[in-house]
Structure formats: structure tokens, C-alpha cells
């Protein structure tokens, strides 16, 4: 058998604007579900803690990195190490490390919170506290656990003391000490705060909880949430950010962060400077010892060699020796001519010229030569005009004789005198030749000395020099980043973002109900509108829909929806039974898949609104396993299956003509029987409905459901129309393939749908109640009539 009814939603184009006139029927749960959510996000908003962003930048300058080429950074100018540009990578890690951020928590007492206590929410008081904790000193256990007191200001010079328990601890004075076994020896003093004008703000009477929080849990939250960024990839210049309730204490720690970061760059760099400065003078000290013991090894070795300055020596020496030299020569000249002289005295007259020039001025016997010649000169002048005996010429030669013998006697002195100046200039021209000699030996050694002295002087005033400069950087140190921003922060909070909450509230307000919806329309399986039985292709006489009366009768004056939508399907069911005969009734069947569709509703009211147009009418109740036509009007208990199961021939015995109309009469069902189905098949119905169809114009038959009995199967040969009824909201859509099975094998003649039971409201039918009186009913009635899951 072929299956004509399927779930195809996966399989046609959905209907959007079904879909969504079915949800905007909730628009009022949506419209409450979103105030709900935007009133919850407002007091969101209220009540939590916004957290603002406090950012800075900061520009690393690129000079040498650390290491050992830093630490002997004043022997740079001799080339020994490399060195290289700061990597900026490094720099950031070092920003965002634990050690950096503990070292900050602990200079700026982050690990310490002052909380005012409000009657609703408590707020960090930080830069706003009016009293503080000092303590002197601080316990060894003051940073690794947390610890909570309370302060209650009671007047301007008193205090009440809780501890975390919110147990009272006594009442103390400002600044008292005060013991404790947790945090040791502490006072609370007056924090002295100013406004913006420099005025003082007054001291009140407030509540404050004062935390002391575990300073390595701390540090791991703040080294976490501190965010440190290249502005460019081609940059030196970093932007810090970190958020905090509090922005000035945001601002505050980003500032102090950095100041420690170039304290610590600093402090590094002064401990490379000392430690050179400290290797400077240890050598300067060895350097000078050494130096000292160069320099009288130099004294030493010149007293030794009886030098003053050797190149000056060697000259001196090398002078005194050529002029020694000189000297010698000329004294064997003089030598030599004086022997020349003695020769040429001997060998000579007593009367000749003697050469003059040759023996020096300065000696005597040149003086003699020149008298000797002079005489010789006048003797032989007077000789020209006298003869030998002239006793002037007898005296000078007597003079001439004595002088001759004199010169010789004065060459002789002369001789012996060059002969002992030759032998001593000798001497002492071995003895200068021997130190010329000497001189590239002590040369040499002193050099030895010398460049010994010569190095340690160098190194001495090379590292005296670095010294000097190694002073006046530790004195002038400059720090490794520059601040290009201090701490800022905007007041607007990053979170919570109230546009963002305003949003979400928004679509969590549409989505919620939405979400339920949805839910609500995936699992519900039931038939909802004429779309669900159109696909059965069988005639659709219309929808009947919900009343608040479940065995609701329809009168001349009706004017409910359900009046109206019975009246459409009479009208349309006319033209369904056109071709049929107006010579007998029409039989009109009224059937179910399953119990509870209201079947006999619509049957009852189709009989009755048939009535009222002044049609003679007949309502027979078929369904004689489960009656309900007593459910609408007042019915006996004796019936159809009375007639049926008795020899009685008269049917009007079993008739019930009903009051208020002309011509409306019921046939119950009668007693329900043992065997419903055998009486049913008995030839006394056939004929009981050939009879009748002559006496009535309409009759309407109520008939059982055709899913769970084959009652209405086996007398429907006996109708001219069926009226299948569909209850909205009810009927499996699984349970639709029945109807359309029988529809296309024709087992019910003349087959048509009624809907029953719709909600107009949500959009099924076709909105009847033309000229009805409309209820108003209060909003939150109709709040509650709009349950999703209704």
C-alpha cells in the first residue's frame, strides 16, 4: 500500500512567511523575554566592576647588549670583543617576567587592597583609602598567604578591628600597635588625601576591608594580564597595556614597572662598571709595584754602568773619540817635524836660515827659530860691510852659537814632551774605544730594561685612564628605555562593554524564546494547519476553530467562530454532495482517525446547523462502542442497537425529536452491545437506511474512528459523503497516511477534511468571528494564553 502521507519538510521549500507569522504569534514572549534580558543586563551593568585599560609606551634604546664584551666595555677601543644591537624580543620577556612583576607588586604594595565596604557592591578604595596599613617590619610569611581584616571607623582618632571571620578584634587608637600572630606587628594610620585643588578631603566614618594577598598568586596574575607589543614590526618603541578595576592603579603600576625596569638595566650596568672599575685598580696596584721594581732595576743598572743616558753617552763617547784620534795624529806630526827639525839643525851650518812655521807658535822653539834666523839675517847684513872679526859679528855668533845649541835643547824637550802626550793619548784612546765597544752590550740590556719599564708605564697609564672614565660613568649611568607615554587610561572601561551587554542581552532576548520555539515546533509532531492535510490532495471543506466549549451547540443567534466555521463547512459540503440524488437524504458520515477529534462535535453541529435552515435533519449516533452524542443533548438510553438487536420493525419508537427546532430528530446509539461489529453487518441497517433517507432531507451519522475499528468500513456503502475529521494540535502527523490510504482506495465515498479544533490566534484558519463580540482579557491572561508549550 502505497504510503501518500510523509514528513517531506526536509524535502520541500520551507514557507518563510508561515514560519515566521508562527513565531511572531509569540511576539508577546519574545517582547517580554527581551525586556527581561535588557533588565538584567542593566542591572548587570549596575552592580559589576567595570575594568578599565591603562596602557604606556616605551622606546628601548639600541646600544650593546650585556655579557662579557660589557662587562670589559672600557677596552672597547682595543677591538677584543663584538657586540650587537638589543634584541627586542628579549626586552619584552624581561617586561613581562615574574621577577619584574613581583618586584613591582612589592615596591608599590599591590599585594595590599583597600576595599570599602557599600550597602550593595564593595569597591577597590585604591588612591581613595583614608586609612592605611604600615608595618614594622614586615614577617617573613607577609607575602606567600592571604590575609583579611576590617577596619570600622568609629571617630576621628578610634577604630574597631575585625578579622576575616568578621570577629571583632577590639577597639584601637591610630597609629597603636598592634600585635597579630598572622601578620605580626602592624599599625593603622590616617591617610592624608588632597583634592584636585589641593584641599584636604575630610575624614569620614567608613567600613574598609583591608586584603593582604599572596604576593606569588599576585605576581602570576598581573605577569599574565600585562600585554606588551611592538607598535611596528620596524620599531624599538613598546606599548604596555594591563587592565584593573581601578585605572590610576593601573596607571600607576605600568609607571612603576618601568621605573624598576630601568632601575634593574641600571643597577646591571653599575655592577658591570664596578667590577671593571674594581679589575682596574687591582691591576693598577700590581702595575704599580712592578712598575717601581722597572724603575730601580733602571737606576740600578745606571749607577752600574756609570750612565746617565745612553744614547747621549755613545755620542759624547764617539766625539771624544775622533777628537781624541785627531789629536793623536796631530801630536805625531808635531813628531814627526820635530825629528824632521832635529835632523835639519844637526845637518845645518852654523850660519843657515832654519824653516820657520813648521814647529807651533806656541812652543817656545818656534820662538828660538825665528830669533835664531833674525840673528843669521843681521850677521849677514853686517858681514856685507865688515869682515868675521868685527866684534859685532864675533857676538853674534856667539849668540847664534848659544841660541843653535838652545833650539836643540828646546826640540829635545819638545820631542820628549809629544813622545809622552803620543803614549798617553794612546792610552786613553784604547780606553775610550773600549767603551765605544761596550756600548751596543749595555745597550741591549738596558733596552731590556727599559722596554720592561716602558710596558708597565703604558699599561699604567692606560688603565689609570680607564679608571677615570669607568668613575664617570658609574656616576652618570644612563637608563636602557626611554618613556615615550607614561601610564594612561580612558574612562571608558573595556569591560564590561555596555554596547556589547545591551547586544547580547538583546539577542539572548530573542534567542531564548526563539530557542523554545524551535524546540517546541521540531518535536511536536501533531497536525497544526490546512498545509499538513493539503498534502493529502483531498478536499479540504475548512477548519474549525478552538472552542472554550467542548459540547457547544450552535443556535440561530451564534455568531462565535465555531458557529461561523460550521456554517462554511455545511456550505461547502453542499457542493461536495451536489451529485447526489435530491430524491432521497443526503447521508453524510462523520469519522476520525482516533478518538478525541471531535468528530461528534462536528457532526452534532452540522446536523444542527442544517436544522436551523429548516432542513428536515436525522443525527444518528453509529459509533456504538463509544457513544457521545448524550454529551450534546439529552438522549435515552435506547437506540440503534435496540432496534437492531430486537424484532421491532417501527424505528419512530426509537426517534427523539429535539425542542427549538422545526425539523431536527436524533437516533441514538442505544445500549452498547457485546458484538458491535455482527450487528452492524445486519441487513436490518441497510434497510433501516433506505427507509429513512425517504423521510429526511440531511442525515448526519456519527461513526467510530476508523484507525482502531472496522465499524465504519463496513456500513459505509450506506453514505453519500464522508466527512473525515483532523483535530489540530491532536492527530499525528504520522497518523495522516490512514486518511490518505482510504482516500485513494476509496474506501469512504465522496471524501473530504474538516480541520477541528485550530487556534486563530496562532494563525491556522481562516480567523472567523465576523460580527462576534471580543472579549477583553487582562495582559497577563493573555501572557499566560500564549504558553509555548500549550
Known amino acids: 500500500m502505497q504510503d501518500l502521507y510523509k514528513d517531506t519538510s526536509s524535502e520541500e521549500s520551507i514557507n518563510l512567511k508561515q514560519l515566521l507569522v508562527s513565531y511572531l504569534h509569540y511576539w508577546k514572549w519574545f517582547l517580554l523575554s527581551v525586556f527581561l534580558c535588557l533588565a538584567l543586563a542593566k542591572i548587570y551593568l549596575r552592580y559589576s566592576v567595570p575594568v578599565f585599560k591603562a596602557s604606556a609606551t616605551l622606546l628601548i634604546k639600541d646600544e650593546k647588549s650585556g655579557g662579557l664584551s660589557s662587562e670589559l666595555s672600557a677596552f672597547k677601543d682595543l677591538d677584543l670583543f663584538g657586540g650587537g644591537s638589543k634584541n627586542i624580543d628579549d626586552e619584552i620577556e624581561v617586561l613581562k617576567s615574574r621577577a619584574l612583576a613581583e618586584k613591582t607588586i612589592k ?8 576595599i570599602l565596604e557599600g550597602r550593595i557592591k564593595s569597591s577597590d578604595a585604591y588612591g581613595a583609602n583614608l586609612i592605611k596599613i604600615q608595618f614594622a617590619p614586615k614577617d617573613s610569611l607577609f607575602y606567600k598567604k592571604d590575609t583579611l581584616i576590617g577596619v570600622d571607623v568609629i571617630s576621628d582618632t578610634q577604630f574597631e578591628l575585625f578579622d576575616g571571620s568578621n570577629n571583632s578584634k577590639g577597639k584601637f587608637n591610630f597609629n597603636q600597635k598592634i600585635k597579630s600572630s598572622e601578620l605580626g606587628e602592624y599599625s593603622i594610620v590616617k591617610n592624608v588625601l588632597f583634592d584636585e585643588i589641593g584641599k584636604p578631603i575630610p575624614f569620614t566614618k567608613n567600613f574598609y576591608r583591608i586584603g593582604i594577598y599572596d604576593t606569588e598568586k599576585l605576581t602570576d596574575t598581573y605577569s599574565k594580564n600585562l600585554s606588551v607589543l611592538p607598535l611596528t614590526k620596524k620599531t624599538n618603541v613598546l606599548e604596555l597595556s594591563i587592565s584593573d578595576p581601578v585605572a590610576k592603579k593601573a596607571e600607576d603600576y605600568l609607571n612603576m614597572l618601568i621605573s624598576i625596569y630601568n632601575q634593574e638595566a641600571i643597577k646591571d650596568k653599575n655592577i658591570i662598571s664596578q667590577k671593571t672599575s674594581d679589575f682596574i685598580n687591582d691591576r693598577l696596584g700590581i702595575i704599580t709595584t712592578e712598575l717601581d721594581g722597572v724603575e730601580k732595576d733602571v737606576e740600578t743598572f745606571k749607577k752600574s754602568k756609570k750612565i746617565v743616558d745612553i744614547p747621549t753617552e755613545a755620542e759624547l763617547n764617539l766625539r771624544g773619540n775622533q777628537e781624541l784620534k785627531a789629536e793623536e795624529i796631530s801630536t805625531k806630526a808635531q813628531l814627526q817635524v820635530v825629528n824632521m827639525m832635529e835632523n835639519y839643525l844637526h845637518k845645518s851650518g852654523s850660519y843657515e836660515i832654519l824653516p820657520v812655521n813648521i814647529i807651533p807658535n806656541e812652543n817656545q822653539s818656534a820662538a828660538m827659530i825665528a830669533e835664531f834666523n833674525n840673528l843669521i839675517l843681521e850677521r849677514n847684513r ?3 860691510s865688515s869682515t868675521e872679526d868685527n866684534p859685532i859679528v864675533v857676538r853674534l855668533d856667539d849668540k847664534i852659537s848659544n841660541l843653535k845649541s838652545n833650539i836643540g835643547e828646546s826640540l ?6 809629544l813622545v809622552l802626550q803620543d803614549k798617553e793619548q794612546s792610552k786613553f784612546g784604547s780606553q775610550m774605544q773600549s767603551k765605544i765597544d761596550a756600548l751596543p752590550k749595555v745597550e741591549r740590556e738596558f733596552r731590556n730594561i727599559f722596554r720592561q719599564q716602558q710596558i708597565k708605564e703604558e699599561l699604567y697609564l692606560y688603565l689609570f685612564k680607564k679608571r677615570e672614565e669607568t668613575a664617570i660613568t658609574l656616576a652618570g649611568t644612563a637608563p636602557i628605555s626611554k618613556i615615550v607615554d607614561k601610564g594612561y ?3 571608558i572601561p573595556v569591560s564590561p562593554k555596555k554596547q ?8 539572548l532576548g530573542l534567542i531564548i524564546p526563539f530557542s523554545i520555539l524551535y524546540l517546541k515546533f521540531l518535536l511536536d509532531t501533531k497536525v497544526k494547519d490546512k498545509t499538513d492535510v493539503d498534502r493529502l490532495h483531498i478536499p479540504f471543506l475548512g477548519d474549525v476553530p478552538h472552542s472554550d466549549s467542548n459540547n457547544e451547540i450552535i443556535q440561530s443567534d451564534s455568531r462565535t467562530s465555531s458557529a461561523e466555521a460550521i456554517r462554511i463547512v455545511r456550505t461547502n459540503l453542499e457542493f461536495v454532495l451536489s451529485n447526489t440524488s435530491i430524491e432521497k437524504a443526503k447521508t453524510i458520515f462523520v469519522t476520525s482517525t482516533i478518538p478525541g477529534e471531535g468528530k461528534t462535535f462536528i457532526a452534532a453541529n452540522l446536523a444542527t446547523t442544517m436544522a436551523i435552515s429548516g432542513k428536515r435533519v436525522l443525527l444518528i449516533g453509529l459509533d456504538i462502542r463509544n457513544p457521545k452524542i448524550d454529551e450534546y443533548f439529552h438522549v435515552p438510553s435506547r437506540g440503534v442497537t435496540n432496534f437492531l438487536s430486537t424484532a421491532d420493525t417501527d424505528i419512530d419508537n426509537y426517534l427523539l425529536k429535539q425542542s427549538g427546532y422545526e425539523y431536527f430528530d436524533i437516533l441514538p446509539s442505544g445500549v ?15 434497510k433501516l437506511f433506505d427507509e429513512l433517507k425517504t ?3 440531511y442525515i448526519v451519522v456519527d461513526t467510530a474512528p476508523v484507525s482502531l475499528v472496522t465499524d465504519t468500513l463496513l456500513i459505509a456503502k450506506n453514505a453519500d459523503a464522508f466527512v473525515y475529521v483532523v483535530r489540530s494540535n491532536y492527530l499525528e502527523k504520522e497518523l495522516l497516511k490512514i486518511p490518505g490510504n482510504l482516500y485513494q482506495e476509496k474506501k469512504l465515498p465522496n471524501m473530504s477534511i474538516v480541520l477541528n479544533d485550530t487556534d486563530v490566534e496562532k494563525g491556522y484558519g481562516y480567523g472567523y468571528g465576523y460580527g462576534v463580540e471580543i472579549i477583553k482579557k487582562p495582559w497577563y491572561q493573555k501572557i499566560l494564553d500564549l504558553n509555548p508549550f500549550k
Not at 615596591?107 to 583597600?114: A, C, L, P, T, V
Not at 556589547?500 to 539577542?507: D, E, M, N, R, T
Open 695 to 697: 423521510k429526511y432531507d
Open 382 to 384: 853686517i858681514l856685507q
Open 412 to 417: 829635545k824637550r819638545l820631542k820628549s814632551s
Open 500 to 507: 556589547i551587554i545591551y547586544l547580547v542581552a538583546l539577542l
Open 672 to 686: 452498547i452491545p457485546p458484538n458491535p461489529a455482527e450487528l452492524l453487518m445486519n441487513i436490518k441497517l441497510e
Open 489 to 491: 587610561s580612558s574612562d
Open 107 to 114: 615596591k608599590g604594595s599591590f599585594n595590599i587592597k583597600y
